[in-house]
Every structure is written in C-alpha cells, then in structure tokens.
C-alpha cells in the first residue's frame, strides 16, 4: 500500500528566515507530486506541481520554490519567509495517468 | 480556466436531517471527487465519479454526477454529528499535468 509522509507536522518561524518542508511517498513509482497552502480561508491554492524528477510547475508567482530531487520526494522551499506565509501546507500524490489525489498529513506553518 | 463552485458555502444541520451540497463546474468533465477535512486534519477522499450518471454511497453521504449538467451532488440523509467536517469537491480538466481544480468547501456542521 502507499502512504504519504510531510514534516515537520508543526513549524513556527520568524519573518525573514528560510523554510524546507519535505514530503515523501512509499509504495509507488513516479508519481505526480503537488504542494498546496491552505489559509484560515479553507480554500486550497495549488502551489507547485510535478510530474516527474526535476519538472517542477509553478502555479502561483511568490517567494516559495520547490524541489524533486528524487523520484518520491518533494520539497518546498523558501529563502526568506513573510507573514503571509503562515498556513497549512498539504502534499499530495496522484498515480502518472489518473486525477484521484491522496493527501499527506500537513505541515502547519506560522510565521511570527 | 476550469471554476469550480460550491454551495452552500456554510450550512448549519439538525441531527436526522436531511441536505444537499451542490458543485457546479464550469468546463466538460466526466470526472469528480468529493473530499472531507476535518478541523485541524487533512483531506480524506470520500468518492470518485468517473462517468456521467455515477453514484456512489456510503453510509448517509451519496454522490452522485451530471456531466451534461456540469454539476455533482452530495446528499445527506439523516445527518448524525460525526459528519461535521468540510468537503471539498474537486474537478479535473484534463491535460497530462493531472491537475485538480477544487471548490472553496462547504463547512457543514451537524448540531444535536
């Protein structure tokens, strides 16, 4: 079976300070990788997407980038982080040829 | 650009009630999900329609899918507190980035 690990599960950091947030898959091969926000809003933004080692797609222009440097892992990373970065960070997988997506637990990120 | 809506955005039930959320979509697609998020959790897949005329049930929640209509429903029969939660409906557009659009969620909260 296939499971989805994030961490940390909780991060509190200052403005201006950088982030890695890392998000690996066991159980499958080249999967689809996405990285979401959600804010207090409940919406979710798709942030970054992939569809393989080193494709990574930007959905939103902003100071977050991200990483696959590895089949099954995921990474989301930022230089120097703003307020308006707190929120819940969810990864997600999907298989190579279907939409059905299965997320991972959530990192939960204030920026103080 | 695929939108997905949601409706009720917020909806307040009495246990042994009955309701409907609605999703409405903008563009042809024969494939939906349906999500729950519990507070502070993650989002949990719910049902997959992948056809027009899909319905599937579980337990008090039953979805179903018109795509000719653009529209998905997700109907609550006899609502008990435990399906206090929010659900998300998301839509895929097609494309070979397997990309979902969600819905804003519907915080349905279940009261005795």
């Known amino acids: 079976s296939q499971t989805i690990h994030q961490w940390p599960a909780t991060l509190v950091q200052p403005v201006g300070s950088p982030l890695s947030l890392e998000c690996t898959v066991e159980?499958?091969?080249?999967?689809?990788l996405y990285w979401y926000r959600q804010a207090a809003g409940r919406g979710l933004q798709l942030l970054f997407y992939?569809?393989?080692?080193?494709?990574i797609s930007s959905e939103v222009p902003q100071n977050l980038s991200a990483s696959r440097p590895q089949d099954r892992q995921f990474i989301l990373s930022s230089k120097k982080l703003l307020l308006s970065d707190s929120g819940f960070y969810l990864c997600?997988?999907?298989?190579?040829?279907?939409?059905?997506?299965?997320f991972g637990p959530g990192t939960r990120l204030t920026v103080t | 650009e695929l939108k997905v809506e949601q409706n009720p955005l917020f909806l307040s039930m009495q246990e042994g009630k009955n309701y409907t959320i609605y999703c409405n979509y903008s563009t042809t697609s024969d494939r939906l999900y349906w999500y729950r998020q519990d507070p502070g959790k993650s989002l949990e897949s719910l049902f997959v329609?992948?056809?027009?005329?899909a319905v599937k049930q579980e337990g008090r929640l039953m979805a179903s899918l018109d795509t000719k209509a653009r529209l998905s429903t997700l109907h609550i029969t006899a609502a008990v507190h435990d399906l206090s939660a929010t659900y998300f409906c998301a839509v895929d557009g097609g494309g070979s980035n397997y990309k979902l659009t969600f819905g804003k969620g519907t915080l349905l909260t279940v009261n005795p």
């Open positions: 992939s569809v393989g080692i080193g494709q």
């Open positions: 329609l992948l056809s027009n005329g």
């Open positions: 159980g499958t091969s080249n999967p689809n």
């Open positions: 997600a997988w999907s298989r190579g040829t279907q939409y059905e997506q299965y």
